[in-house]
T-cell receptor, first 115, second 116 residues
Framework: KAGVTQTPRYLIKTRGQQVTLSCSPI?????VSWYQQTPGQGLQFLFE???????NKGNFPGRFSGRQFSNSRSEMNVSTLELGDSALYLC??????????????FGEGSRLTVL | AQTVTQSQPEMSVQEAETVTLSCTYD???????LFWYKQPPSRQMILVIR??????QNATENRFSVNFQKAAKSFSLKISDSQLGDAAMYFC?????????????FGKGTRLSVIA
């Protein structure tokens, strides 16, 4: 069974640009969550999607957005990039996102560098 | 809001020895899950071990075990017979068990080095 796949793995952008990251969950998983990982702030929750609906959202500005498609693949977009957006963006999938299930499966991440 | 604290930014252990990573958390909830995740360099984060708060018995997965002290809100990870492949960042995480999806709340991590 293929794991969580994130593309691209690495990318470099300049301030003011926008970026779109993609995540393909494990087959059969319907919940996709996104986390931002930085050395200073650690891992912070961005948002979670289930059946194409955003169910939960972290404390990030509106420049960060996402969506989920009918095949459960998800994308996140960051507009008007700032230097502080440089981070590893992790996607995690689970069967239905229910806390009782507990386990999230993570992808290898997309490393974004903003110059 | 829940918080997770890992007070040891870095730890090292000799190969074949035992090491304990510390984690404390703060919550007003009574039902929740605790996790230890391992993130090797440039590789994906994987679940090491999971503890359900309503279970008093400490979880064990092969060489990995936890010491869960609910009253003290402490959740340490013990790695026995350390191997070179154990070198990684280790994150302690909390997740509410209340209905609906709730996100993981992570600690800042502990970087574990294994010395041959």
């Amino acid at each position: 069974k293929a794991g969580v796949t994130q593309t691209p793995r690495y990318l470099i952008k300049t301030r003011g640009q926008q970026v779109t990251l993609s995540c393909s969950p494990i087959s059969g998983h319907r919940s996709v969550s996104w986390y931002q990982q930085t050395p200073g702030q650690g891992l912070q929750f961005l948002f979670e999607y289930f059946s194409e609906t955003q169910r939960n959202k972290g404390n990030f500005p509106g420049r960060f957005s996402g969506r989920q498609f009918s095949n459960s693949r998800s994308e996140m977009n960051v507009s008007t990039l700032e230097l502080g957006d440089s981070a590893l963006y992790l996607c995690a999938s689970s069967l239905d996102g229910n806390s009782r299930a507990g386990e999230l499966f993570f992808g290898e991440g997309s490393r974004l560098t903003v110059l | 809001a829940q918080t997770v604290t890992q007070s040891q930014p870095e730890m090292s252990v000799q190969e074949a020895e035992t090491v304990t990573l510390s984690c404390t958390y703060d919550t007003s909830e009574s039902d929740y899950y605790l996790f230890w995740y391992k993130q090797p360099p440039s590789r994906q984060m994987i679940l090491v071990i999971r503890q359900e708060a309503y279970k008093q018995q400490n979880a064990t997965e092969n060489r990995f075990s936890v010491n869960f002290q609910k009253a003290a809100k402490s959740f340490s990870l013990k790695i026995s017979d350390s191997q070179l492949g154990d070198a990684a960042m280790y994150f302690c995480a909390y997740r509410s068990a209340y209905p609906g999806n709730t996100p993981l709340v992570f600690g800042k991590g502990t970087r574990l080095s294994v010395i041959a």
